[in-house]
């Protein structure tokens, strides 16, 4: 199966990987969640060529992702904003960074701080019913019949 027919599987996991998957969509995404919607701090941070963040940030759109906003009028200037959409992807950056700083840095190259309570945060996936902490033996999946 090709990437871009992953979308029209009836599965999650593969219908979200059809918009994130691509290798520098997370990597565009980690610079909105720091605060940066500009073309060129995406194309000179991350060394993209215009050809394949163009395609990036055109996807991201599309998918209501990030949405395109006019911040200068003359020349005409955009700027990409998370949307709802898009903010909602801030949990699956997190578990991507975590997973990094166990097993592929000495040092993590970040600390995230809980701005509430001033301490290093270590974010952890809990139930929603009883607030007990999750791991992949704690849950069973229920496939719809059609599920993939």
């Known amino acids: 199966m090709k ?16 918009v994130i998957g691509e290798r520098w969509t997370m990597m565009i995404l980690r610079e909105c969640f720091r605060g940066e919607r500009r073309y060129e701090h995406f194309r000179t941070k991350l060394g993209l060529g ?8 055109r996807v991201l759109t599309a998918e209501g992702v990030l949405e395109r906003v006019l911040y200068q009028d003359a020349p005409p200037r955009h700027e990409y904003r998370l949307t709802a959409k898009g903010a909602d992807l ?10 990094g700083d ?17 301490h290093a945060a270590a974010p952890r996936l809990t139930c929603g019913h009883c607030a007990e902490p999750l791991t992949w033996r704690e849950m069973s999946a229920e496939l719809e019949p059609q599920a993939w």
């Open 102 to 118: 166990t097993y592929e840095n000495d040092v993590p190259p970040v600390r995230l701080v809980h701005r509430g309570c001033g």
């Open 90 to 99: 801030y949990p699956v950056l997190v578990a991507l960074m975590t997973w």
């Open 3 to 18: 990437h871009d027919e992953l979308g029209d599987v009836y599965c999650s996991v593969a219908r979200t990987w059809s």
């Open 50 to 57: 215009a050809n394949v963040l163009n395609d990036r940030l």
